[in-house]
Every structure is written in structure tokens, then in C-alpha cells.
């Protein structure tokens, strides 16, 4: 699958390639497969690869971090229970996080992107991410 993809972002010139996004499961129960498909998509596709894991524990779960270019975090964390959340509240709310993907930074050398990080507009954005409700959504 990934490799007919491989080959057509080579031939369509992209400039890089993920080569899947939040497989929690499928990652962490065969982590060397995963490691010889990226070996694999390496021949196909010569430009950098990334891996998207999500936040839940899905960052330190993935034990191939050494292949890809680049680190994947959807970086949609809790950051505060409070609903009136200020800026400082949601600084502090990112600097646990910020040094988990830090610290799994320095294990792997340069510095890596984040793939995505955000709050929805509700009202439990700070909190709840990913949860999203009907009747929060107003």
C-alpha cells in the first residue's frame, strides 16, 4: 500500500512522505516491520519520511523513531481543567509536553517538527482535545 504511494509522490516530486499516521496498535505490536517498510520506501522515495503518532502514548510507544526524518506529534494535549484558560495557563499546560517530545528529540539528534498541535473552538478545548460534543460545541 504505502509503496504504490511512495512511488507516486517520487513522481510527482513531493517533498516528503509520511509513511502512517496514528497505527498505535500496529506500531507498537510489530515494530520491526515497521522498521524494514521504511527501508523499504527509502528505495522508492528519496525524499524525508515521517511517522505521525498521536499524543496519548502513542509517541512513546513507536520504537522505530530512528528510521524516519522526522518525528510525528499530533500534539493535541490537555493543558488545563480550567474553561477561562489564559495564555500563561495554556503556556504551562505545554511545558510537560514540550519536554516529552524534547527529550525524545535528543535521543534521536536534530530537532523534529510536530505534525499538529491545536485546540477546537469549545468550550473544553484545553482540556478534552480530541472529545468532541454536541452540546459543547455552541
Known sequence: FILHYARLAQSQG???LSVGVELHRAVSERPDF???LID????AFDGPLTYGAN???EMAAVRFWDRPDYLGVHAYFPLTNRQDAS?????R????HLRTIESLCA?????HPVH???LPQHRRGCRTALEFHGAVCR
Open 34 to 36: 515497521w522498521r524494514s
Open 116 to 118: 499538529g498541535g491545536g
Open 55 to 57: 499524543w496519548d502514548g
Open 107 to 111: 535521543t534521536l539528534g536534530p530537532a
Open 93 to 96: 499546560g505545554w511545558r510537560t
Open 40 to 43: 523499504d520506501v527509502r528505495q
Open 87 to 91: 495564555v500563561a495557563d495554556l503556556e
Open 14 to 16: 513531493a517533498h516528503m
